[in-house]
Nanobody
Framework: QVQLVESGGGLVQPGGSLRLSCAAS????????MGWFRQAPGKERERVSC???????YYADSVKGRFTISRDTAKNTVSLQMNSLQPDDTAIYYC????????????????WGQGTQVTVSS
């Protein structure tokens, strides 16, 4: 059974950094297309970043240059390093996985974690 558990969220001041982690179980993460998504209050879910099975990465324009997605095959985890955080980054961040496909479209993912809250505020 595919299971995803996010961690690493919290409260951070503008300009600060956080590192989110997603621990995967029930499958080999390197064989899956992985993604990070976020949803702010009153807004639709938006894609943040994805990493393909062969390591190609995708970033939303709003986070490009500030966020970095990576994968640790030994630990079966995928991480999202977030730097230069701004109040607009405040949201619940979700990890998602799918075995097939190469689109970073959230509607194509079937397995989701429970989410971790990121709040950027002074």
């Amino acid at each position: 059974q595919v299971q995803l558990v996010e961690s690493g969220g919290g409260l951070v001041q503008p300009g600060g950094s956080l590192r989110l982690s997603c621990a995967a179980s029930g499958f080999t993460l390197s064989n899956y297309f992985m993604g990070w998504f976020r949803q702010a209050p009153g807004k639709e879910r938006e894609r943040v970043s994805c990493i393909s099975r062969d390591g190609r990465t995708y970033y939303a324009d709003s986070v490009k240059g500030r966020f970095t997605i990576s994968r640790d095959t030994a630990k079966n985890t995928v991480s999202l390093q977030m730097n230069s955080l701004q109040p607009d980054d405040t949201a619940i961040y979700y990890c998602a996985a799918k075995p097939l496909g190469s689109s970073c479209d959230g509607s194509t993912f079937r397995s989701w974690g429970q989410g971790t809250q990121v709040t950027v505020s002074s």
